[in-house]
C-alpha cells in the first residue's frame, strides 16, 4: 500500500510569512494526526482528526496554526503568520482508528527553516 | 499532568542486547508504543502494549508494567542498522486517544 505522502519536502521562508503543508494519508485510514518535531525532541501532537471532525487540538496554537480536513481525507496545516520557534519538521501520521493498538504510519515530514 | 522519561542516549556493540526504559506519568492510560526514527527519516511503528507482560516481535520485544507505570524496550542480536533514536509513546484515552511522545533515546551501535 502507498504510505503517507506529505509536500513539500523542505521549506524556507522568512517570519512573519505564511506557508501551508499537504498531507494525503494512507487510504482508508480514518485518523490523521499532525505534529511538530524540533531538532533533538519527540514528536509533538498540534491536531487530531477522526474523518473530517477534530479530536484533539489542544496544543494547537490557534493563534497562528491552522488545520483542515476536508472529505475526510487530505489534510493542510497552515502558519500565519511564521515565527523563529516554528523552525521545526511537521509529521504527518495517519492510522485505521483512533484505537490504542492502532499503529500510526508517518510520512517523511516537511522540514521547515524560518530565517 | 503527563509525561514520560527515557534516557537520552545508549551506546552498545554489535551482537549485544540493550533495554531502553520509558517511565510515565499520565491520566486515562491506554498502551505504550515505541517507534524508531533514523536521522532525516519519519517514526515507523515496533510495537504496542495494553497489558502487563512481553510482546515479542522478532529480534525486538516490549514490556510494560501498569502498576510500575513503566515500560522497556528490548533489541537483541544488536546490527549496525539500529542505530536510531528510540521513542515510547504513551497512548491516553483522555480527550480522545491521544499520543503523547517521550523526547526519545538516541542508541549508537558500536562494531
Known amino acids: 500500500e502507498a504510505g503517507v505522502a506529505q509536500s513539500p519536502r523542505y521549506k524556507i521562508i522568512e517570519k512573519r510569512q505564511s506557508v501551508a503543508f499537504w498531507c494525503n494519508p494512507i487510504s482508508g485510514h480514518a485518523t490523521l494526526y499532525w505534529y511538530q518535531q524540533i531538532l533533538g525532541q519527540g514528536p509533538k501532537l498540534l491536531i487530531q482528526?477522526?474523518?473530517?471532525?477534530?479530536?484533539?487540538d489542544s496544543q494547537l496554537p490557534k493563534d497562528r496554526f491552522s488545520a483542515e480536513r476536508l472529505k475526510g481525507v487530505d489534510s493542510t496545516l497552515k502558519i500565519q503568520p511564521a515565527k523563529l520557534e516554528d523552525s521545526a519538521v511537521y509529521l504527518c501520521a495517519s492510522s485505521l482508528e483512533a484505537g490504542g493498538n492502532q499503529p500510526q504510519h508517518f510520512g517523511d515530514g516537511t522540514r521547515l527553516s524560518i530565517l | 499532568g503527563q509525561s514520560l522519561e527515557q534516557p537520552s542516549e545508549v551506546t552498545a556493540v554489535e551482537g549485544a542486547i540493550v533495554q531502553i526504559n520509558c517511565t510515565y506519568q499520565?491520566?486515562?492510560?491506554?498502551?505504550l508504543s515505541w517507534y524508531q526514527q533514523h536521522d532525516g527519516g519519519a517514526p515507523t511503528f515496533l510495537s504496542y502494549?495494553?497489558?502487563?507482560g512481553l510482546e515479542e516481535t522478532g529480534r525486538f520485544s516490549s514490556f510494560l508494567s501498569r502498576s510500575d507505570s513503566y515500560g522497556y524496550l528490548l533489541l537483541q542480536e544488536l546490527q549496525m542498522k539500529d542505530s536510531a533514536s528510540y521513542f515510547c509513546a504513551v497512548r491516553e484515552g483522555t480527550g480522545g486517544f491521544k499520543t503523547i511522545f517521550g523526547a526519545g533515546t538516541r542508541l549508537f551501535v558500536k562494531a
Open positions: 482528526f477522526q474523518n473530517n471532525g477534530v479530536v484533539d
Open positions: 499520565t491520566s486515562g492510560f491506554y498502551g
Open positions: 502494549n495494553a497489558l502487563d
